[in-house]
């Protein structure tokens, strides 16, 4: 079964770079959830999309920004790259907006020299 | 503080015994998840437990859920090293669906 597609697995930047981060859901899936887990910690909710449209805002930082697009694929666009922003990104999706099931990606690991 | 409490941190069991994860929110939930993950990697969906005293069992897995909606315990009956990894549970609240919030996580490891 297709599962959530995340594109780069691993990212390298240097401090002040800019990184955008791809999700593609699963084929059906309409909602998008972005999500940071930092070296040792548990996943932090970033925000997610449904339908297109910001449906929850977690804590995501302002220089940090995401959108959902027609084919349902979400980018995270980063941006003035901290040394903290280090850490595995993952996006999940669900089938409906609401309480289902998030299936999530493999992550995308950044670091930030 | 986590609104999520995982116990116990870490695990080490030899292969073939049972063994208990419990999960523990402040807050009434609405939904809680169980998510495996392997260091470094994705998390994958386990079970997922919506009303109270409901219970779930995949192959050797069961999940269960109190009737408060409070506390959810993870059960491994006669553990494997495929086992190992992090167990993670993940809740979400009333009136904030998609906020999945995760507590710290349980590392099992299985011994042969």
């Known amino acids: 079964a297709a599962g959530v597609i995340q594109s780069p697995r691993h990212l390298i930047k240097e401090k002040r770079e800019t990184a955008t981060l791809k999700c593609y859901p699963i084929p059906r899936h309409d909602t998008v959830y972005w999500y940071q887990q930092g070296p040792g910690q548990d996943p932090q909710f970033l925000i997610s999309?449904?339908?297109?449209?910001?449906?929850d805002k977690g804590s995501i930082p302002d220089r940090f920004s995401a959108q959902q697009f027609s084919d349902y694929h979400s980018e995270l666009n980063m941006s003035s790259l901290e040394l903290g922003d280090s850490a595995l990104y993952f996006c999940?999706?669900?089938?409906?907006?609401?309480?289902?099931?998030?299936?999530f990606g493999p992550g995308t690991r950044l670091t930030v020299t | 503080s986590q609104e999520l409490e995982q116990s116990p941190q870490s695990l080490i069991v030899q292969e073939g015994k049972n063994l208990t994860i419990n999960c523990t929110s402040s807050k009434t939930l609405y939904g809680l998840y169980w998510y495996k993950q392997k260091y470094g990697e994705g998390l994958i969906f386990l079970m997922m437990l919506q009303k109270g005293g409901e219970e779930k069992s995949h192959e050797k897995i069961t999940a269960k859920l109190d009737e408060k909606k409070q506390q959810s315990s993870l059960h491994i009956t006669a553990s494997q090293p495929s086992h190992a990894g992090i167990y993670l549970c993940?809740?979400?609240?009333?009136?904030?669906?998609?906020?999945?919030?995760f507590g710290a996580g349980t590392r099992l490891t299985v011994k042969p």
């Open positions: 999309f449904y339908e297109k449209m910001q449906s």
């Open positions: 999940a999706s669900s089938l409906k907006h609401g309480n289902y099931e998030q299936y």
């Open positions: 993940g809740a979400t609240h009333p009136g904030n669906n998609n906020d999945m919030r």
